[in-house]
Structures are given as structure tokens and as C-alpha cells.
């Protein structure tokens, strides 16, 4: 074997290596999902009968504006999982799982998301601003959120409330963590579900 020719060969040899070294943990997916706990229903005939819900607008935070899953370290400290990613924006996920939540608890299908084409169809606007929805690097989910609902298409504030939920993951794998954070967005549909069946009547605008 010539020397230039054992040269070439640890060449290419040491260029495979590099390689390998350099090379990076495929990404992982994740979607919120649709947790309800039907022993905790309300009723929807406390709502006005063929009442229309408006969903959002929903605000979030800048440092959740990214597609990777964030979770917060000691003190002030916040972690970006590179390889850990939402399948799509997270404010859209929310929105959608919110509305399908709400849909599921006050068993109505008469539900848009922002924006919507005419005001003059909804009795009920829940507008929610996020201001912390992270995890522990134990895996312990926090949803901070300020909501309110307004009525007469959303000249009128009804209610207005904070809510502070904490759900505990059943590991720190990221897909428990995931669970957790959906679990954390059903626990406030319920609240907000449950303010809504004890408001009066807003009055159909079809």
C-alpha cells in the first residue's frame, strides 16, 4: 500500500468520524390534545339556548413564541429543547384545544375561533392572555392566565378572573410533560366552562 494511498484512506477514515460526531438527535413532535374529564360537566341548558362562542384573541408571552418546548431551570434560568418541538405555533394549538375543550364541557357546536367573519354572531367572547405556560425540568406544568368573557359582541365585560393551575407530570419525559400541559389547558377550560353556565343570558343576535 503506497503512502499516498494510506493517506487518502485515513483521510476519508477521519472524515467519517467527524461526521458521526457531529451528528444531531432527530427532532420530536408534539400536539396539546383534548383532555376532558366528563365527571365534571356542565350543563348546557344553563347557557341560552343556541348561544355562540367566540374564541380569543389569545395572547402568549415572546419567550413561548418558538416552536421548541421551553422549560424553566432555577431561579431566572430557561431551557430551549432543541430537539423537542411543537408540531405547530403553540398560540394556535392552545386556541384550537380550548375551543375543543369548551365544545366538549358545554356539549355546543356553536363555537368560533378569532377572527371571525361578523361580531353580530357572538353571545360570548372568552379572550384569555397566557402569561406563563411552561414546565420544571422535573416535568411540573405551570398555566398562568388572565380571562375574561365578554358579552353584547364584546362591548360588555362579564367576568374577568386569574387563573394559577399547576399539574404535576408523571415523568420528565417530554412526552408526560406534553400531557401535562394539556391536562393544565383542560383544568381551565373547566373554570372558564363553569362561569360561563352561571351567566345570564345574553340574548341570540341571528
Same mark, same amino acid.
Given at each position: 500500500?503506497?503512502?499516498? /494511498? =494510506?493517506? #487518502?484512506?485515513?483521510? $476519508?477514515?477521519?472524515?467519517?468520524?467527524?461526521?458521526?460526531?457531529?451528528?444531531?438527535? *432527530?427532532?420530536? /413532535?408534539?400536539?396539546?390534545?383534548?383532555?376532558?374529564?366528563?365527571?365534571?360537566?356542565?350543563?348546557?341548558?344553563?347557557?341560552?339556548?343556541?348561544?355562540?362562542?367566540?374564541?380569543?384573541?389569545?395572547? /402568549?408571552?415572546?419567550?413561548?413564541?418558538?416552536?421548541?418546548?421551553?422549560?424553566? +431551570?432555577? +431561579?431566572? !434560568?430557561?431551557?430551549? $429543547?432543541?430537539?423537542?418541538?411543537?408540531? &405547530?405555533?403553540?398560540?394556535?394549538? /392552545?386556541?384550537?384545544?380550548?375551543?375543543?375543550? #369548551?365544545?366538549? %364541557?358545554?356539549?355546543?357546536?356553536?363555537?368560533?375561533? @378569532? *377572527?371571525? =367573519?361578523?361580531?353580530?354572531?357572538?353571545?360570548?367572547?372568552?379572550?384569555?392572555?397566557?402569561?406563563?405556560?411552561?414546565?420544571?425540568?422535573?416535568?411540573?406544568?405551570?398555566?398562568?392566565?388572565?380571562?375574561?368573557?365578554? +358579552?353584547?359582541?364584546?362591548?360588555?365585560?362579564?367576568? $374577568? &378572573?386569574?387563573?394559577?393551575?399547576?399539574?404535576? %407530570?408523571?415523568?420528565?419525559?417530554?412526552?408526560?410533560?406534553?400531557? $401535562? @400541559?394539556?391536562?393544565?389547558?383542560?383544568? #381551565?377550560?373547566? !373554570?372558564?366552562?363553569?362561569?360561563? +353556565?352561571? #351567566?345570564?343570558?345574553?340574548?341570540?343576535? !341571528?
Amino acid at each position: 500500500m503506497s503512502g499516498d /494511498f =494510506r493517506k #487518502l484512506m485515513l483521510g $476519508a477514515l477521519l472524515s467519517l468520524v467527524l461526521a458521526a460526531c457531529g451528528t444531531t438527535a *432527530p427532532s420530536r /413532535f408534539y400536539l396539546l390534545t383534548i383532555v376532558h374529564d366528563d365527571s365534571a360537566g356542565v350543563n348546557a341548558t344553563r347557557l341560552q339556548k343556541n348561544a355562540y362562542l367566540g374564541i380569543g384573541p389569545i395572547k /402568549f408571552p415572546e419567550y413561548l413564541n418558538r416552536s421548541q418546548i421551553v422549560t424553566r +431551570g432555577p +431561579g431566572a !434560568e430557561v431551557y430551549i $429543547a432543541d430537539a423537542q418541538r411543537w408540531a &405547530e405555533p403553540l398560540h394556535e394549538n /392552545f386556541m384550537r384545544v380550548v375551543s375543543e375543550n #369548551l365544545s366538549a %364541557s358545554l356539549q355546543t357546536q356553536r363555537i368560533a375561533m @378569532h *377572527p371571525w =367573519r361578523n361580531w353580530h354572531d357572538i353571545d360570548y367572547q372568552i379572550t384569555i392572555d397566557v402569561i406563563r405556560f411552561d414546565a420544571t425540568t422535573e416535568g411540573d406544568v405551570l398555566l398562568i392566565a388572565h380571562w375574561k368573557i365578554n +358579552g353584547q359582541a364584546g362591548r360588555q365585560q362579564l367576568w $374577568a &378572573e386569574k387563573s394559577t393551575i399547576r399539574v404535576k %407530570s408523571s415523568s420528565a419525559d417530554y412526552a408526560d410533560i406534553v400531557l $401535562a @400541559h394539556s391536562t393544565a389547558v383542560g383544568q #381551565l377550560c373547566q !373554570e372558564i366552562a363553569e362561569k360561563l +353556565g352561571q #351567566l345570564p343570558s345574553q340574548g341570540s343576535q !341571528e
